[in-house]
Nanobody
Framework: VQLVESGGGSVQAGDSLRLSCAASGRTFRGYAMGWFRQAPGKERVFISA????????YYVDSVKGRFTISRDNAKNTVYLQMNSLKPEDTAVYYC??????????????????WGQGTQVTVSS
């Protein structure tokens, strides 16, 4: 599976962005997906995950209520809608895929495929 993120950019605090992660291959629906981010000088951290059939989603507290993860298996794409952006959301955002048991994985090493990342910069 190859993953390609898009949709990043530079915005003002309070604005919205929608990130997309397009996956290659015909087995996309067999993978649970996650979004991670890495702020400057910090480690990459998990922020959200979605199950294989879109029925399950999970968010860390820092983005809960502001970010929404979704997927369209017909388009082999997972999305991260980000609303009410804050300067502390500034980071490189990565999507990742795994096909391990269960759907919720929050550790980077549990994901098998990664995108190249897309930069999100939020200014105050």
């Amino acid at each position: 599976v190859q993953l390609v993120e898009s949709g990043g950019g530079s915005v003002q605090a309070g604005d919205s962005l929608r990130l997309s992660c397009a996956a290659s291959g015909r087995t996309f629906r067999g993978y649970a997906m996650g979004w991670f981010r890495q702020a400057p000088g910090k480690e990459r951290v998990f922020i959200s995950a979605i199950g294989r059939d879109d029925g399950n989603t999970y968010y860390v507290d820092s983005v809960k209520g502001r970010f929404t993860i979704s997927r369209d298996n017909a388009k082999n794409t997972v999305y991260l809608q980000m609303n009410s952006l804050k300067p502390e959301d500034t980071a490189v955002y990565y999507c990742a895929a795994h096909n391990r048991g269960g759907w919720l994985r929050t550790k980077g090493f549990e994901y098998d495929y990664w995108g190249q990342g897309t930069q999100v910069t939020v200014s105050s």
